[in-house]
């Protein structure tokens, strides 16, 4: 049977009559196979259906990575209703924001949770559903196939709101078809593969593993809501996976983990994305693996835009974030929106089918007048067409009129044996407008102060406008999205701080 495009659920169907003993979702509790999953997918449906949901209404999911998630999203789905994830970090006020913005008719949660509320937005009376019982729900109807329409908005997924509230991103089913080929493709991703979500699947990057599933990929889930190094080696190895998905810290704490060594691990590929990879770190993994590490880019506004691919030379793997999508188009420009020529570092801007037309709600969306999304990141295209993020425009310091990057800054003190992370941001000055300070987190047992972190970028040879002027040790670095470090926290606390 060949699947029709633009409905996921299409694509489970037609895995469940080709390799219906195959393996679809992976988990502690409870493991499916692409018939079971099919079986499940058709009794949540009816579920949902008998609970009052309709073609058109939003639906909350509140879930770590469990079982029930990956049900109740094509569940969803397979109704003509919107699926709207949300993050397990919100609070109860952001959770009420969230769903009154959205006008969600339910929110599913498991039974007994502190944001066990459902509401019905225009439509009193649609009843709380726990998601044990809509997961286990037993129905003899067939589940109810809609006509394919590319332009149904299917998914509400929080932006990072970074700089206020987050807003919400209006995807449909033609701008997941069109990342499911781009992200799959180039990872290699087949039937047979087992995919494990680092990150949560509430979220963009752990939220692309759930595309794996097309492929007749078996998704792996983690369970445990707090990623934790040893958790996820034991879970990757008990499960075979054949690609690992998440955030650079993820693969950095892998790293530093004890258990590592004791660890059978088979992944083909580790996918990251959501902040810079250092490249030793990088090569370190895969010395350690053999699992070839792929970075991709894009954002929760405008899309995804490309992907590395396992067969990219090393230094393209680790130094760049891959080549842009068939499907789409990358430009890099000037202050005034003009093309630069490869090489050139500019702002980083992409048009394509990843791109959401509009946000929920509003009139607009994230590409501007001139018709292209603007990234807000400093990067440029190699002569080869690999593009290289190279940091953030609202992230550089101006010291004495000089730009500093902190993320090259961040990467030289890196290679210090006693540094495990850092950030480097700028702290006010009356005389120079900024001067630079780095938050360090030690490695255990290690003593780091400025005057040591001078000594070596002075080895290393770094101009010296670039070194650290302040030092703070913190404990970890603080993150405002999956692998996203809180720069705006730390600026905050910089101004804050006595030295």
Not at 224 to 246: I, K, M, N
Request: with cysteine; glycine share 10%; aromatic share 4%.
């Amino acid at each position: 049977m060949r699947p029709e495009p633009y409905l996921p659920v299409t694509y489970l169907q037609a895995n469940a009559e080709a390799t219906p003993n195959a393996p679809a979702v992976i988990d502690a509790e409870r493991s499916l196979t692409f018939r079971e999953l099919h079986q499940t997918v058709e009794g949540a449906a009816d579920a949902l259906r008998v609970n009052g949901l309709r073609p058109g209404d939003v639906a909350a999911v509140h879930l770590p990575n469990v079982w029930e998630h990956v049900v109740l999203e094509l569940a969803i789905g397979a109704l003509g209703a919107v699926v709207m994830p949300l993050p397990l970090t919100l609070g109860q006020a952001e959770l009420r924001e969230m769903l009154t913005r959205s006008r969600a008719a339910l929110l599913l949660v498991p039974q007994g949770t502190e944001h066990a509320v459902a509401i019905a937005a225009g439509r009193p009376g649609v009843p709380q559903l726990d998601t044990r019982e809509a997961c286990r729900h037993r129905s003899l109807r067939r589940l109810p196939m809609l006509a394919p329409d590319p332009a149904r908005v299917v998914e509400i997924a929080l932006t990072s709101g970074t700089t206020g509230l987050p807003k919400l991103a209006s995807l449909t089913a033609g701008l997941k078809q069109a990342t499911f080929e781009g992200f799959t493709s180039r990872l290699d991703v087949q039937a047979g593969d087992r995919v494990l979500a680092m990150s949560p699947l509430m979220q963009g990057i752990g939220g692309m593993c759930l595309l794996c599933l097309r492929k007749g990929a078996a998704l792996v889930m983690l369970r445990e809501p707090r990623f934790t190094a040893e958790h996820t080696l034991r879970v990757a190895a008990e499960s075979g996976a054949t690609h690992l998905v998440g955030v650079p810290t993820n693969v950095i704490r892998m790293l530093d983990s004890p258990e590592l060594d004791h660890t059978p691990l088979t992944p083909r590929v580790t996918a990251v994305a959501g902040a810079p990879m250092p490249p030793d770190a990088a090569r370190h993994w895969e010395e350690k693996t053999g699992s070839k590490v792929c970075i991709f880019y894009g954002s929760m506004d405008a899309g995804q835009l490309s992907v590395a691919s396992p067969a990219d030379p090393p230094d393209k793997r680790w130094g760049s974030v891959g080549r842009p999508h068939d499907s789409c188009e990358a430009m890099i420009c000037d202050p005034e929106g003009r093309p630069l020529p490869a090489g050139e570092i500019g702002e980083v801007c992409m048009r394509g089918p990843t791109v959401q037309e509009r946000y929920w709600g509003e009139s607009t969306g994230p590409l501007g007048p001139d018709g292209w999304a603007h990234m807000g990141d400093l990067g440029f295209l190699d002569e080869e067409g690999y593009l290289h993020v190279v940091g953030r425009l609202k992230d550089i310091l101006i010291r004495g009129g000089t730009n500093i990057n902190p993320y090259e800054v961040e990467a030289a003190l890196r290679d210090h044996p006693a540094i495990a992370d850092v950030c480097v941001v700028g702290k006010s000055d009356r005389e120079l407008g900024e001067r630079v300070m780095a938050f360090v987190v030690a490695r255990a047992g290690a003593g780091v102060d400025l005057a040591a972190l001078r000594d070596f970028m002075a080895v290393r040879q770094i101009a010296r406008y670039k070194w650290p002027e302040f030092v703070e040790l913190v404990d970890e670095i603080p993150l405002s999205g999956p692998g996203k470090v809180n720069r705006r926290a730390l600026r905050e606390r910089a101004e804050s701080s006595p030295c």
